[in-house]
Nanobody
Framework: QVELVESGGGLVQAGDSLRLSCAAF????????MAWFRQAPGREREFVAAMSWGSTYYARSVKGRFTIYRDNARNTATLEMNSLKPEDTAIYYC???????????????WGQGTQVTVSV
């Protein structure tokens, strides 16, 4: 079992960049697909990005703006966000799954989330 902890959220202006980090405590997560999801008030948790075996997947809304990468040696996963928009405002969650998926219901490990707020 791996414990995930997100960090890096904050208040930024539209057009700014931000990096979110997901740190894993316990066993290595090298055998897990890592992903980022987000949830805004009144909205369902939605897929943002995922990575496994060097392959990456992105939601259409963030493709070209966000980048997901991982450092297995340090047990960290990062979501680099560029050209942020107000609609990106949400709580961002790091998740781990045996196989990469865009369905949050298939993930077995979650962090507590980190708030990202983008103002105009």
């Amino acid at each position: 079992q791996v414990e995930l902890v997100e960090s890096g959220g904050g208040l930024v202006q539209a057009g700014d960049s931000l990096r979110l980090s997901c740190a894993a405590f316990g066993r290595s997560f090298s055998n897990y697909a890592m992903a980022w999801f987000r949830q805004a008030p009144g909205r369902e948790r939605e897929f943002v990005a995922a990575m496994s075996w060097g392959s990456t997947y992105y939601a259409r809304s963030v493709k070209g703006r966000f980048t997901i990468y991982r450092d297995n040696a340090r047990n960290t996963a990062t979501l680099e966000m560029n050209s942020l928009k107000p609609e990106d405002t949400a709580i961002y969650y790091c998740g781990a799954c045996r196989v990469a998926s865009e369905n949050w219901r298939e993930y077995e490990l979650w962090g507590q989330g980190t708030q990202v707020t983008v103002s105009v």
